[in-house]
């Protein structure tokens, strides 16, 4: 299945804006992490744009869908997405990280607009995930809940916990997707913690497994679509991505995980995705 050609282009066109838009904001705040922001771009585009039932005018909708940065500190392209979306205005991104504004380092609900809950400590957000859906389908809601993890968080044994229990309580409203980058904040994943075979554990703990390239918006808009029609089980998507994605010295690069963007490095990353002025 896939997107019209034209509703592609447009999501692929957002999504380079929303990298020049990220790398702009995080050069003029000297923090917050390019790395998995960049990761995640198209799996936030293309679930707000094409699959989440979301209403900016209406945060708290009861049935609408949630989602769960389970890797809280890409939160700077979960707002760039959630601002394009209409939650809050473009313009506030400048305010990141600042004292008293809205778009604190990690997600939070209490104040931001569309963030459907507190996010920081890995590990914890698919648990959070989970207990979403299972009340939503107690109040007999259509709605789904998407969460995505990072692969450096799945070493965490909570998230393992978390599987067993979706399994058993077959939340089949429930879509885990995994930023599958390879890299976390000391390295590459197979340096810190060694994890093969991960589609076969997914598998082996009952869930329903897809496999797509993260950064393609038609895979990721055909994987979601299959996810809606599978009754019984939570499913994973597991999405191939590169850290640092669209800048061609951050990719794959975990010293770029936290890193504040420099002059130099900012310059370079502009050229890069066409944003110089």
Known sequence: MKLPVEEKTRLDKLCNQFRIDLIETLHQRQTGHPGGSLSV?????TLYFEEMNVDPADPQMADRDRLVLCKGHAAPMLYRVLAEKGFFPVDEMKTLRCLDSRLQGHPCPLETPGVDAATGPLGVGLSAALGMSMALKLNNSPARVYAILG?????????????????????????????????????????????????????????????????DVDELYAAFEEAKT??????????????????????????????????????????????AK
């Not at 771009?41 to 585009?45: F, V």
Request: glycine share 12%; charged share 25%; aromatic share 8%.
């Open 151 to 215: 692969d450096g968080e799945i070493e965490e044994g909570t998230v393992w916990e978390a599987l067993m229990a979706a399994v058993k309580y077959k939340a089949d409203n429930l879509c885990a997707v995994l930023d599958w980058n390879g890299v976390q904040l000391d390295g590459t994943t197979a340096e810190i913690m060694p994890m093969e075979h991960i589609p076969e554990r997914f598998k082996s703990f009952g869930w329903h497994v897809i496999e797509c390239n993260g950064h």
């Open 41 to 45: 771009c198209e799996i936030l585009t």
């Open 230 to 275: 599978v009754k019984g089980q939570p499913t994973i998507v597991l999405a191939h991505t590169v850290k640092g994605k669209g800048v061609s010295f951050m990719e794959g690069k975990n010293g770029w995980h936290g890193k504040a963007v420099d002059d130099e490095s900012y310059e370079k990353a502009m050229i890069e995705l066409g944003g």
